[in-house]
């Protein structure tokens, strides 16, 4: 993950609303961003997966690309990613990384096709090289338009589709990872069903000047409450998620971090993507190592960096760890041998120099709840 840039942090089209309400903001990814509300990380995290939260995820970077005359978008955009980029239908969304030639991960995004155009949704700390990386080997075929002062709003939690809905009643309808252009409070939106959090929700990009009067409209729904990045980071851990730069990066590919799901089925087989050939290699042999789930016994927080043990030997790290409200009790991810990453298997994590005992479990933690129609 790119370092925050040095020098003032900068500002999403929220950040007055968030003093507002109250909330304890921390520099993240350059930005000075919303970790908690007064009410705290577990009522927030409680809050979304029992009703509805509102995130900010306004820092993410925004890109459409558009084919120039007689070039498509999705297929220059496959030359970069290992999705099945051209086999999108308007208003589908895919979710896919960047790769580079050693089949590591640049960054992840999520890709939806308008009919017309592909709308590209990146990490925040990534988004200046991605775009850069996108203009270096996609402006002979593309349009490429930074939208990086668009609002991103994440509404999320089994009663967001009812909150939203009641603005917009088209919304109810949409499936998990659909996309469509809607009008909020008579600004143009692109909406999606999608989130990071496990749940169900929508992500709804707003013209920068109409974010905060939709956030306000959102917030004024009885089942909204606002969150922040402290519980969007405990929700997407229950739900087994990956973060960039944690336990995706430039060292690990598609096939270790357990994303395969997320290839197309013939680029699995065609490649023409960047490090198609380890992956592919990866795919028919197995790689090396395995993103696992883990279960310590203890409640003791194996955070990111602490070391898996099996039978006094290393045999991997953990990548993210902390408490999982839902659960009530401590889970982690990292990666292991693959030798070793069977669920079921027993190991210890070594906390502050401490052994502590813990099983490799399936994930999510918590069950998905996507809204599949």
Known sequence: MS????????????????????ARLVPFAGYEMPVQYPTGILVEHAQTRTAAGLFDVSHMG????TGKAGQSA?????????????????????????TNESGGILDDLMVTSTGDHLLVVVNAACKDDDLAHIQKHLSVSCEIEP??????????????SQALARLVPSVATMKFMTGAFITIDGAQCYVTRSGYTGGDGY????????????????????????????????????????????????????????????????RRVQGGFPGASVIQKQIAEGAPRKRVGLLPESKAIAREGVEIVIGGRIVGKVTSGGFAPTLGRAVAMGYVEKAQSANGTKLELLVRGKPVPAEIVSMPFVKHAYYRG
């Open 147 to 160: 939208m990086f002062s668009r609002g991103l709003l994440a509404l999320q939690g089994p009663l967001a």
């Open 62 to 65: 925004q890109i459409r690309l």
């Open 3 to 22: 370092e925050p840039t040095a020098g003032p942090l900068k500002r999403t089209p929220l950040h007055s609303l968030h003093k507002e309400l109250g």
């Open 74 to 98: 999705a297929k220059a955009l496959e030359t970069l990613v290992p999705g099945d980029i051209a086999g999108l239908q308007p208003g589908q969304q895919r979710y896919t990384q960047f």
């Open 203 to 266: 992500e709804i990009s707003t013209p920068a000047d109409r974010a905060d009067p939709i956030a306000r409209l959102l917030l004024a729904q009885p089942e909204v409450k606002p969150i922040g990045l402290g519980a969007r980071d405990s929700l997407r851990l229950e739900a087994g998620l990956c973060l960039y730069g944690h336990d995706i990066d430039t060292t690990t590919t598609p096939i270790e971090a357990v994303l395969l799901w997320s290839i197309g089925k013939e």
